[in-house]
């Protein structure tokens, strides 16, 4: 039966709040919430009684909402519905915070010498920043080498598009080890 539902209710057992459980897993260790009822009959789908390791599906499905665009409580909800697990919304930023150091890596790794061709362009979106709807610019250079192939050089947040952060794009694309663009192709 769904949570204050009692009139549905086929059973004389009840829910009795949480248990803290720590679980390991790949990103570290995560606590959690596992529901429990007063009979103790209670049985979660995702993790067993005695389980103390947590498979990376679930971090990954974290992830995956996450860069949906999906906020942390509605993740939350989510993986209540689908799994019957209570994550908290702190767990779900640990585990998409240890995702930071992997992206910033990522984001200064060094690029080759030389693009054939490198297409720039911004993407505006509504989000949702400090408790307000705000414009915001996703930043994408695309560049293909002399081989023909693509690369995802950078992405970058902004307020909206200007000459001066492109200017700034390009000098963090120098610092990264570009020393030559063939062509390069912006959209207005």
Known sequence: YSKYDYRNKETNNSRNGYSKKTMKTSFGDMDIDIPRDRNGDFEPKLIQKHQTTLSGDIEEKIISMYAKGMTENDIAAH???????????????????????????WQSRP????????????????????????????????????DGRKDVLGMWVGENESAKFWLSVLNGLKNRGVNDILMLALTD
């Open 111 to 146: 690029l080759e010498e030389v693009y054939a061709v490198v297409f720039m362009d911004a993407i505006h979106y509504h989000v949702r920043y400090e408790g307000r709807i705000v414009k915001k610019a996703v930043y994408i250079a695309i560049g293909i080498n002399l």
């Open 79 to 105: 993986i209540e519905e689908i799994y019957g697990l209570d994550v908290s919304d702190s767990t779900i930023s640990r585990v998409t915070d240890k995702i930071l150091p992997i992206a910033k890596e």
